[in-house]
């Protein structure tokens, strides 16, 4: 069970919202063991994200997870993301960031696993 979050300057609708949850979880199913029906996204839109400075047109999306995962696979994640902030926000390679974070533990189910 991954949690994403995502924040980006552009604004987005409701629906907007909601198509891209169901793009960023449709790329889920390429992390091996990471159902995208159990994924929790967070989705932060309108947000001021500077650069340098100043007010940028970006993206950002971190991804918290459970176990290291390959890295081949990681891999074909960020790619598939990197082609769904393109299709669907117009963002450029230059505007979208990732982190992929994982953890030793995870508290799941009542317990620390």
Known sequence: MPF????TTKALTPPQKAALSAGIADCVR???GKPADRAMIRIDAGCEI????ELAECAFL????QKPLPIEAQRAYIEALYALMKEQLGLEIPQVYFAMVDLDTWGSRGTLH
């Open 30 to 32: 390429l992390l091996p």
């Open 62 to 65: 971190e991804t918290v997870f």
């Open 50 to 53: 500077y650069r340098g400075g």
């Open 4 to 7: 994403l979050h995502f924040s």
